[in-house]
């Protein structure tokens, strides 16, 4: 494992933080709009199997993606403590279920680590690094290529 | 001048004004005589130098003034309009737009790219020049030392006021002032020039119109016509005691020495009070054919299309309110309540039916660059073509006018290149020389349909057979079976030309399936007639609205859908036991024909439910489209619905067999059945 300084003059990066299976993950506070309960979920037919559905957010749809399903994790259900983070990327709102949310972290850019090979729970290509904030580890997300976006675009 | 402000406005104004000078060539290419029209095109050319100039474009400047030269020259018939000279102006336009869309895009007007065309007007100018020297003369406004320009241009009306005045024998002059380089104050200055003559006299002409001149929209001169008992030497004295004016000169004029410009109330004047009082009978009648005029234009405004999207969002929300409400009352049964909703239902709907009619632009929009593109395309192709129009007035929805363009022309340019025959082809044929290509739009209940049909030769279906047959399309034997109309709709298909040979024109065969999808992705349709040796005929039918539809909801399982009301024929109900199997497909006998028919459950992967109550009988949604048509097996209908059309949004774009999302009555999502790619 090799620490990597990122920038000399980053100082702060603020990550949303959320649970999933056991595990902190953390998007970027930028992409977040809003984190919202779990509504109502219409399943949309004909879409990739870790598509939700889409839900009614004040008028607007949006779709909402199952991380377990995208990360091959086990399934669970939704419970009181689970929230939908909604992202808005390029212009393209999306929603993330989670298992819970409830806070936001500064992690300075001389905590973030590059993944290498340490990790086998998700997907590789997803993840942007570990961040340590005092014991704690939290894997840091790429959202475009949760939402497969480069794909689609290139 | 801060100019940024007034972008819009200019881009705007500027597209008008090319769009009317695209007609006006249009119309002279075929009179050529047409002197109204001719002063009506130079106007427009004055304008657009005048609106150019002000907000600094000096290559549309330039190419206007030199436009307004030459059309100045074939309206004192130094030289009369024929197709070079259409054809340069023509030429001209086409670089005007350019500049137009440079400005839209980037806010400047990019290359120089209209050198060449100046330099041709220019000899032709100066050519003509040669043999009449008078013609020396150009527009007012740029002649700051020649005095007086070589005639007055007047419109009808200032030309009616002066026969009015003449009758009367009131003196009519013109001036010509020009203010000193110096002076500070232009439109101040000028507007004691114009109250110290209102004490004696009636303006009835300015050039440039007062509220430019108010406005310091002009260099140091203009130009006034005046009615007036005085004298000319009276209104001179009183000129000349204005200080810091250069020149004043004064001319009198009759109805003789105007030429009629022909351009409606520009200046906006009324009749004046002199005439008026003396004259009720035949100055009433010419204020009365003004005022309308002027009223109506009045009455517009020009809106952000933005705004009126979200005005447009704003009815939606409230039609899904209405709907949760009329849910609620549902379960309450209170009269004072179905009263209230019933109430808000007719007013939801009136202010839908509002907003949908601001949105509406009449489908003139699209048509009016055709003319243009037929004329230029019959030329390249060496074919004659007469183009007719009807129901330019038919009125869509903006966002269709905005898509509806490229399809049209794809139809049009097939129909041009494919369809219409060479003359000589024709004539053998014993046709008219001139093919005929109709495009007509009318509205057709909550449908606008738009027809494009020519004369030519129709869809040859025995070449689309090969051809189908050569792209592996369909097989020999199969081909056997199909009748014309099938065969016709592979043209539909991607990659699929009949065209032996590429022309610029067409025959890339990437053309109907565009067509095809755009119009779907519009919620309409396409069909084609055609018969051989007598022409074809496509049918674009357009929704009305775009954003709000009547849909039936239907329940699938424990899932709910909402189907568009326009592709449900009927609804009806069948035997498990008269579902025939065909080639794996299931069909059933219904009305005298074979339907087939389609699992509701099954195309969208419903996961069943659990104690599900079996019947033998099926609800089927009758589904048809052109003359196609299947039955929908649903379990249960709920409904009919006004729904409002929601995106799935970017990320779950293209999903096959759903057209799009409603919020119903109770927050929750449905899923819109796209019955057109259950086909």
Do not use: W
Request: hydrophobic share 35%; glycine share 6%; with cysteine.
């Amino acid at each position: 494992m090799s620490i990597q300084e990122q920038k000399i003059n980053a100082d702060m990066d603020q990550f949303v933080i959320f649970r999933l299976d056991q595990e902190s993950y953390g998007v970027p506070i930028n992409y977040v709009e809003i984190i919202e309960k779990v509504t109502a979920i219409t399943r949309v037919p004909n879409s990739s199997d870790y598509v939700l559905g889409v839900i009614n957010l004040r008028g607007e749809i949006v779709p909402v993606i199952d991380l377990r399903k995208r990360f091959n994790l086990p399934d669970s259900s939704i419970t009181d403590e689970s929230r939908i983070i909604i992202l808005t990327v390029d212009y393209m709102t999306v929603g993330i279920l989670t298992d819970s949310s409830s806070e936001v972290l500064n992690i300075p850019k001389s905590q973030i680590e590059n993944t290498g090979t340490v990790l086998s729970i998700v997907d590789e290509a997803s993840i942007e690094g570990i961040g340590k904030v005092d014991d704690r580890m939290i894997i840091l997300l790429d959202i475009h290529a949760i939402l497969d976006i480069n794909n689609a675009e290139s | 001048m801060e100019t940024s402000q007034y972008f819009d406005v200019f881009i705007d104004e500027a597209k008008e004004h090319l769009q009317k000078m695209n007609d006006i060539l249009l119309i002279l290419e075929k009179n050529p005589k047409d002197k109204q029209h001719l002063h009506e095109l130079f106007r427009i050319a004055h304008t657009l130098k005048g609106m150019s100039g002000t907000m600094g474009f000096n290559y549309v400047l330039q190419l206007t003034h030199e436009m307004e030269n030459l059309m100045d020259q074939v309206r004192n018939d130094i030289f009369s309009i024929d197709e070079s000279v259409v054809d340069l102006l023509f030429e001209c336009l086409d670089k005007l737009e350019q500049y137009v869309m440079n400005i839209e895009s980037d806010q400047t007007e990019g290359d120089n790219i209209s050198d060449n065309l100046i330099q041709e007007l220019k000899t032709r100018v100066n050519g003509s020049e040669n043999s009449n020297p008078i013609a020396n003369e150009t527009t007012q406004q740029d002649t700051n030392e020649g005095g007086f320009p070589s005639a007055f241009n007047a419109d009808e009306y200032v030309r009616s006021m002066i026969k009015k005045a003449e009758d009367k024998d009131y003196n009519i002059f013109r001036l010509y002032i020009c203010l000193n380089e110096k002076c500070m104050l232009k439109s101040a200055r000028a507007y004691i020039v114009f109250s110290t003559l209102e004490q004696n006299c009636e303006i009835i002409y300015s050039d440039p119109s007062i509220e430019d001149i108010e406005d310091e929209k002009f260099d140091l001169c203009f130009e006034l016509a005046v009615i007036t008992q005085h004298s000319e030497v009276e209104i001179s004295q009183q000129l000349n005691s204005i200080s810091e004016l250069d020149a004043v000169e004064i001319e009198s004029i009759n109805s003789k020495n105007v030429i009629t410009k022909d351009e409606g109330e520009k200046d906006g004047f009324s009749t004046p009070a002199l005439l008026e009082m003396d004259s009720n009978e035949t100055s009433n009648s010419a204020k009365d054919e003004d005022q309308p005029k002027k009223a109506r234009a009045g009455k517009t405004v020009r809106v952000d299309i933005e705004r009126l999207d979200n005005l447009m969002n704003l009815v939606s929300e409230l039609i899904i309110i209405k709907t949760r409400l009329e849910d609620a009352h549902q379960m309450t049964q209170e009269k004072s309540i179905s009263d209230t909703t019933e109430q808000l239902e007719r007013i939801t709907t009136s202010l839908h039916d509002a907003v949908m009619k601001v949105r509406m632009v009449p489908i003139e929009r699209v048509f009016n660059r055709f003319p243009r593109m037929v004329r230029d395309l019959s030329k390249e192709l060496g074919k004659e073509i007469n183009l007719i129009m009807t129901g330019e007035d038919t009125e869509v929805d903006r966002t269709v006018i905005d898509e509806i363009g490229d399809p049209l022309i794809h139809l049009i340019r097939n129909a041009l290149d494919h369809g219409i025959e060479e003359p000589d082809t024709r004539i053998r044929n014993h046709k008219d020389k001139a093919g005929k290509l109709k495009l007509t739009a009318f509205p057709d209940g909550n449908n606008v349909v738009i027809e494009v049909e020519d004369d030519g030769k129709g869809i040859d279906t025995e070449k689309v057979k090969a051809k189908a047959i050569a792209n592996g399309l369909i097989s020999e034997s199969q081909s056997q079976l199909m009748e014309d109309k099938e065969l016709i709709q592979f043209l539909f298909h991607p990659g699929f030309s009949t065209a032996d040979k590429i022309s610029d024109v067409s025959g890339r065969g990437v053309g109907l399936d565009v067509v095809q999808t755009k119009i779907e992705h519009l919620g309409g349709e396409v069909e084609i007639e055609s018969q051989p040796d007598k022409g074809s005929r496509f049918i674009i039918r357009l929704p009305l609205t775009l954003a709000i539809i009547q849909a039936l909801l239907v329940n699938v399982e424990s899932e709910k859908y909402a189907i568009p009301l326009n592709n449900i024929r009927e609804i009806s109900t069948i035997k498990e036991e008269q579902i025939r199997k065909v080639q794996g497909k299931e069909v059933v006998l219904f009305r005298q024909s074979t339907l087939p028919i389609l699992r509701l459950s099954g195309i969208l992967n419903v996961p069943p439910l659990e104690e599900k109550t079996q019947t033998d009988e099926y609800t089927v949604v009758i589904i048809s489209h052109g003359d196609r048509t299947f039955g929908l097996v649903v379990d249960e209908l709920i409904g009919q619905q006004e729904i409002v059309i929601k995106s799935l949004g970017k990320y779950l774009n293209g999903i096959r067999g759903i057209a799009g999302a409603t919020i119903l009555g109770n927050g929750t999502v449905s899923l819109i059945v796209d019955t057109n790619s259950l086909f």
